[in-house]
C-alpha cells in the first residue's frame, strides 16, 4: 500500500513540475530574453559590475520592448565568464544553447569576448559588445556590435597625449601578455608613437605580464635603468595599479599612461596614492554630457546607486537601450532581423554619445582623457576622431 | 647588468622568495605530520587575508589587535576544516582525503565569492609596513624587511616545537605510526587539530604579509600561491620544514632571474615553476632536503 502511494506521490508531484513547466513556457512568449554575457568573478570583476549596474539601471528604467503594438517584457539573463576565455566560450554557448537569448549584451574586456564571437555568430544571435575595444573583436562576425570606440583610435590618442602634452620622446611598453587587449592597443600605441617622434628606437623596451601576476619588481627594475620619458601599461585595473604602485616603490618617478580599463574604483583603492597623476583614456565623463540622455543616465544612476557613476556603467546602459531601439524597430525576434536592424542604425542617441555603425559594426565615438587627481578620475580633454 | 641593478634584482628575488618559504612551511608541515596535501591551503591564506581586512576596516580594530584576532580565527578555521573535511576519513584511502581537500578548496573559495563578492578589496595602508626604505639605489618596502625575519622565525620556533617540546614528540609519533602513537596514549585527535591549528596559522601570516605587500585581495588569490608554495615545498623535499624555506627562496629567485635575463619569456613565468616541479618529481622526487622512504608493503 505505502509502495503505491509513494508512486502516486511520485507521479503527482511529476505532474506538477511538468504543469509548472508548462504555464512558464506559455508565459514566456512575452518575454523577450537578454543575455549578459560579463566578467562577474575573477580579475576583470569590477568591470563586469560596473557595466551589470548600467544594464539594470536601463532595466529599471526601460522595462519593456514594443513590437507589433504589444508591450514585452525583458528578462536578463545574467551569465558569469569569469575572465576566463574558456569559462568565457562556456558562458557563450549556455546563452546561446540552453537559455536561448534574444541578444547577448557584454562583454567587459575583449579577449572574452573574442573567445565567445564566433559562437554568437554560429547561433546567429546578435551581440553588443560594451567596452571590448580591441578590432578583431567585431572584425569578421556581422552578429558582433559594439557601442565603444576601438584600440587604434584609442592608441593614437593616447600616443598623442604622450607626444605632445607630456612631451615624451621615448617610452617603455608594460603590457599584460596574456590579454588580447593590452596587447593590441600597446601596438597601435608603439605604431602611432614611433610616427610621432619619427624615431624607429623611441620604444626603448616591452615588458610582459601575465593576467594575475602580483610581483612586477623583476620588469619594473629593468625600467629603472632605461630612463624612459613615459610608461604606457594598458591592462587589467588591479595588476596596473600594482605595477605603478611597485614602481614608484622601486623609485621610478616616470608618467604612467594607460586606457579605459584604469577607470574603476579598484584602480584607486588598489593603488592609493601611487596613482595620483596617472593618465588614461575613458568613454565618458559626468560632466560633460554629450546627448540629452546622458543626463538622463546620470541623475537616474545617482538615484538609483547613491554615487556618480564611474568607469564603463554608461555602456552598459547604451548597450540595452541600443537593443530596445533595434528589436522595436526589427519588429520581431528574427535574429536576421534583429542584427540588420542593429547594423542600420544611425545617430541613435546613447547616454555615452551618439552611435552610428560602420562596415565592421564599430561606432566613431570621440574619447575623453581623465587623470587621478586627489584620488578621483578628473577629466581632462575630448579627443573627436 | 649594472650593479645597482642586480643588487635591486637579489633584494627583489628574496623578498619574494620569503614569500613564498613562509606559505610552504605551513604546507609542508601538514604534510610531514598528516601525509596529506592540504590543497585547502591556499584558500586558507586567503580567509587570513581577509579576516584581517575586516577586522581593521570593519571593526575598526588597529592593526596589531586585526592582526591577532584574524590569526586565531584562521587558526580555528583550521582546526574546523580538519574535524569536517578530513577527520572522518583519516582511515580511508589517502586519495579519498585528497579528493576531500579539493573538494574544500573549491568549496571555500566558492563560499568566498559568495560571501566576500567578486570585485577586488583593497587591503589598508599600513604605515609602518607601507613605507619605502631606500639603501642607496637599492629601495623595497618596508614589509620585504619584516617577512624574511618572520619566516626564518616561524622556521626556528617549529623546528624547536617538533623536536624538543612534549607535543612535538607526539606529532613525530602520529606522522610515524597513528595507531600506535594512539596505543602510546597520543591524543591523536588533538594533535592533528594542533598541527592543522598552527598550519593555518602560518597560512594566515602568509596571507596578511601578501596583503600588505601586494594590498588587493579576491576569493581566488589563493590559488597560484598555493600552487607556488607546493612546488616550494616539494622542490625542497615535502615535510622538510627546513626544505620548505629552501625551496621558497629558490622558486623566488628563479621566477626573479627568468625575467630579468630572459624578458621575452615573462609570459612564461608561472609555466617555468610548474616545469620546475616536474622536473624535481622526475630527477629527485624527495626533493633536495627530504629523505627517501621504504615504502612499507
Redesign the interface.
Known sequence: MRRILSIVAVLAALFLVFGCAKGEAKAAADIVKFGVFEPLTGANAAGGAEELDGIRLAQSLYPTVTMGGKEYKIELVITDNKSDKVEAANAGQRLVDSDKVNIVLGSWGSGLSMAAGPIFKDAKVPAIGLSCTNPLVTRDNDFYFRVCFIDPFQGTVMANYAYKEVKARTAVIVREVSNDYSVGLAKFFTDSFKALTGNQNSILAELNYNTGDQDFSAQLTQIKSLKPDVIFAPGNYTESALVIKQARELGITVPFLGGDTWEIAEFINVGKEAVEGAVMSAFFDNDAPITPMSKVFVAEYQKKYGKLPSGTAVLGFDGYILAIDAIQRAGSLDPIKIRDAIAATKNFAGAAGYITFDANGDPIKSAVIKQVVGGKFIYKTTVNP | M?L??FF??LV??L??GSLYALIAIGYTMVYGILRLINFAHGDVFMLGAYFAFYAITALLMPWWIGFIVALSLTALFGIALERVAYRPLRDSPRLSVMISAIGASFLIENLG?VIFG?????FP?IPLFDT?V?FGPV???SVSLFIPVITIGSLIALTLIVNHTKTGLAMRAVSTDVDAARLMAVDVNKIVAFTFGVGSLLAGLGGIM?TM????L???MGI?PGLKCFIAAVIGGIGNIGGAVLGGFLLGII??L???FL?AL??Y??AFAFVLLIVVLLVKPTGLLGKSQTVKV
Open positions: 649594472d645597482p641593478t635591486q634584482q627583489n628575488a623578498s619574494l565569492i567578486g570585485r577586488p578589496k583593497s595602508s619605502v631606500r629601495s623595497m618596502l601578501w605587500k601586494y594590498p588587493q579576491n576569493p581566488l597560484m621566477e626573479i627568468i625575467v630579468a624578458p615573462t609570459g613565468r608561472d
